[in-house]
């Protein structure tokens, strides 16, 4: 009989999925002293159930249940979208290597094997909650430095999204829920036409979606497998308010610059925004002042690296 185990769960929430009610006991016992809260689902449709309505920590997953087994659980939970970072330990009185086998390639990060060793489990949910919390700090943290990304494995499915991409997804594609398995069409297929392309990081591809652009950049290939990619949404009119906040320019000094960014000359300018060429020359004349340069190229360069940030 092993030593109590230290109450260190770090408040974190478990799932347990089991259909023996001695089992639940246990482990709902062993892991509420260990300072965690346990759910209990006695078989896959109810952790299913359950899970519609929340997202615990990790899961932990008896094999062999009447129903819906384990294995058929856990691929469905992997299947979605917003469920598929749950790391699920597999709970199995089965030793054969074929299913531990078929446990892992449901989706399941580790097993233990019935009667449960406490000190073991313990462990073992230790290390998968630490390493799902840095996985889980990555995507945040990508979502606070104003990068909405999301990564796919090879065949184009979601693999997982950090909170702001998925609300940009959900609001620009109607109907679309972060936790179906495969992204939005229109974007489906732009990400599709990177990977196929196989292209270097930050080969991008844009689409229109109502009054926006979606620029979706390919980030680079994780050591997972999982192909990175980012989102940026841009309406009409971003770019040159970003040009008259950063350089102190009027709205029409700030239209006259943006084009100019995109190589046009003086007479396209002056087309496109139906001014004189002489009012693009006062313009200039005025951004040049204002951003402290001498002549056109120094202008671009500079507004070429506001837009890109």
């Given at each position: 009989?092993?030593?109590?185990?230290?109450?260190?769960?770090?408040?974190?929430?478990?799932?347990?999925?089991?259909?023996?009610?001695?089992?639940?006991r246990?482990?709902?016992?062993?892991?509420?002293?260990?300072?965690?809260?346990?759910?209990?689902?006695?078989?896959?449709?109810?952790?299913?159930?359950?899970l519609?309505h929340?997202?615990?920590?990790?899961?932990?997953?008896?094999?062999m249940?009447?129903?819906?087994?384990?294995?058929?659980?856990t691929?469905?939970?992997?299947?979605?979208?917003?469920?598929?970072?749950?790391?699920?330990?597999f709970?199995?009185?089965?030793?054969?290597?074929?299913?531990?086998?078929?446990?892992?390639?449901?989706?399941?990060?580790?097993?233990?094997?019935?009667?449960?060793?406490?000190?073991?489990?313990?462990?073992?949910?230790?290390?998968?909650?630490?390493?799902?919390?840095?996985?889980?700090?990555?995507?945040?943290?990508?979502?606070t430095?104003?990068?909405?990304s999301?990564?796919?494995?090879?065949a184009?499915?979601?693999?997982?999204?950090?909170?702001?991409?998925?609300g940009t997804i959900?609001?620009?594609?109607?109907g679309?829920?972060?936790?179906?398995?495969a992204?939005?069409?229109?974007?489906?297929?732009?990400v599709r036409?990177?990977l196929?392309?196989?292209g270097?990081?930050?080969t991008?591809?844009?689409?229109?979606?109502?009054?926006?652009?979606?620029?979706?950049?390919?980030?680079?290939?994780a050591?997972g497998g999982?192909?990175?990619?980012r989102?940026?949404?841009?309406?009409?009119?971003?770019?040159?308010?970003?040009?008259?906040?950063?350089?102190?320019?009027?709205s029409?000094?700030?239209?006259?610059?943006?084009?100019?960014?995109?190589?046009?000359?003086?007479?396209?300018?002056?087309?496109?925004?139906?001014?004189?060429?002489?009012?693009?020359?006062?313009?200039?004349?005025?951004?040049?002042?204002?951003?402290?340069?001498?002549?056109?190229a120094?202008?671009?360069?500079?507004?070429?690296?506001?837009?890109?940030?």
């Amino acid at each position: 009989m092993s030593a109590d185990p230290p109450r260190s769960g770090g408040g974190a929430t478990i799932l347990v999925v089991d259909d023996t009610p001695d089992s639940l006991r246990f482990l709902t016992a062993t892991l509420e002293h260990a300072g965690m809260t346990a759910l209990i689902a006695v078989d896959g449709l109810a952790a299913l159930d359950l899970l519609d309505h929340a997202t615990p920590d990790l899961v932990l997953m008896d094999a062999m249940m009447p129903g819906l087994d384990g294995f058929e659980t856990t691929r469905r939970i992997k299947a979605n979208g917003r469920l598929r970072h749950l790391p699920v330990i597999f709970m199995t009185g089965l030793s054969e290597t074929e299913h531990v086998v078929r446990g892992l390639q449901a989706g399941a990060v580790d097993y233990v094997h019935k009667p449960i060793v406490v000190d073991e489990l313990l462990a073992r949910v230790a290390v998968h909650l630490a390493n799902a919390r840095i996985a889980r700090g990555s995507q945040l943290a990508l979502d606070t430095s104003g990068r909405p990304s999301f990564a796919v494995d090879d065949a184009g499915a979601t693999s997982w999204l950090t909170p702001l991409a998925a609300g940009t997804i959900e609001r620009l594609f109607p109907g679309w829920r972060a936790h179906d398995a495969a992204l939005p069409g229109p974007l489906a297929t732009a990400v599709r036409r990177l990977l196929s392309a196989n292209g270097p990081e930050g080969t991008h591809a844009s689409l229109e979606v109502g009054d926006s652009v979606v620029e979706c950049t390919f980030l680079h290939r994780a050591t997972g497998g999982d192909h990175l990619f980012r989102l940026i949404e841009t309406r009409e009119g971003d770019a040159e308010r970003r040009l008259a906040t950063r350089h102190g320019l009027t709205s029409r000094e700030a239209e006259v610059l943006f084009w100019i960014s995109r190589g046009k000359q003086n007479r396209e300018v002056s087309a496109i925004l139906k001014i004189s060429p002489r009012t693009v020359n006062k313009h200039l004349e005025q951004i040049f002042e204002k951003m402290g340069v001498e002549n056109r190229a120094s202008a671009t360069a500079i507004a070429v690296g506001t837009l890109s940030r």
